[in-house]
């Protein structure tokens, strides 16, 4: 399983962009990389997936280099609802013993 | 958005007692799952199921036991409730390719 590392916690400003960078060097090549949000109190809520260069929807862009090793989650003009835990997960698709959520990052947005 | 419930949504029971939690979808995905929730942790499967009557386990399935006789209900039974098993859980079915659709969560307190 290849093991992801995020920040622990960001905090950013309403308005700004915020990258959340994972790190995942063992990424094996049928992986995807796939980012979840979570509020208090709720289940983790489905923001973006990619498998290599740049996706984007209306919530976010995921930018992943050439090697895969890492991906970075790109939040546009952050408000202060953005204010969750934020996790990467990889793995292949379709499998769910292989869909490991690890700490998440807590991003913090301040007015 | 998928139609996804969980029941009861909290409960406090005794340690020893036998607690069943029962998830619900309306939309006949073949793919659901349950996972549990510590403070500090992120999620962690329980076990999950691909169809009516398959399931398999996931990484902590120890003192969990699951049953899938219909398509759209899936049950987590805690055969003799543990306080290691205070928790919040929760349901989630897969919608596509490595995406989840959770559900509420059920707070579980075992005293």
């Known amino acids: 399983l290849a093991k992801t590392t995020q920040p622990i916690s960001m905090d950013s400003y309403e308005g700004q962009e915020v990258n959340i960078t994972c790190s995942h060097n063992?990424?094996?090549?049928?992986?995807?990389i796939t980012w979840y949000q979570q509020f208090p109190s709720q289940g983790p809520r489905f923001i973006i997936q990619g498998y290599k260069t740049k996706v984007t929807n209306e919530v976010a862009s995921l930018f992943i280099p050439a090697d895969r090793k890492s991906s970075t989650l790109s939040l546009p003009r952050v408000s202060l609802s953005d204010t969750a835990v934020y996790y990467c997960l990889v793995g292949p698709s379709g499998s769910a013993r292989q869909l490991t959520f690890g700490s998440g990052t807590q991003l913090t947005v301040l007015p | 958005d998928a139609g996804i419930t969980q029941s009861p949504r909290h409960k406090v029971t005794e340690t020893g007692t036998p607690v069943t939690l029962r998830c619900h979808q309306t939309e006949n995905h073949r793919y659901m799952y349950w996972y549990r929730q510590d403070p500090g942790h992120g999620l962690r499967l329980i076990h999950y199921?691909?169809?009516?009557?398959?399931?398999d386990k996931g990484e902590v399935s120890d003192g969990y036991s699951v049953s899938r006789s219909k398509t759209e209900d899936f049950l987590l039974t805690l055969e003799s409730a543990t306080s290691s098993q205070t928790s919040v859980y929760f349901c989630?079915?897969?919608?596509?390719?490595?995406?989840?659709?959770f559900g509420p969560g059920t707070r579980l307190t075992v005293t």
């Open positions: 063992n990424i094996a090549t049928n992986d995807y």
């Open positions: 199921s691909y169809g009516v009557k398959d399931t």
């Open positions: 989630a079915i897969r919608v596509a390719s490595n995406e989840q659709y």
